[in-house]
């Protein structure tokens, strides 16, 4: 299983572009991976290969209409399943309360 917390947004199409991470969003939640939506980023569980595959889903509806796209991705691959929640939740009792998140 893999974390992979990815931004992918285009360039040259103005100052805002979360029109652009709507539509990745609608992709994100329509694949049925666990994800996590941040200020910066998205992190989605899963199979290298399904996660990979809704990534490059995201890059080629976005580049229908954007000929210059930024993504940065990191990955996180370790043995096991509900990570997304299991890693804040580690770190919040090391810390003793709830943290925002």
Do not use: N
């Not at 976005?62 to 370790?78: F, G, Q, V």
């Not at 009792?93 to 943290?99: D, I, N, Y």
């Amino acid at each position: 299983m893999i974390l992979a917390d990815f931004s992918m947004y285009p360039l040259g199409k103005g100052e805002s572009v979360s029109e652009y991470v709507a539509r990745t969003l609608k992709i994100i939640d329509g694949s049925g991976l666990p994800y996590k939506l941040g200020p910066m980023g998205t992190t989605i569980e899963g199979e290298w290969d399904q996660v990979m595959s809704v990534i490059t889903k995201c890059y080629e509806d976005l580049h229908r209409d954007c000929p210059r796209i930024e993504c940065t991705i990191r990955i996180d691959a370790r043995e096991g399943t509900g990570r997304l929640e299991k890693k804040i939740e580690s770190v919040q009792a090391k810390v003793g309360r709830k943290l925002r998140t």
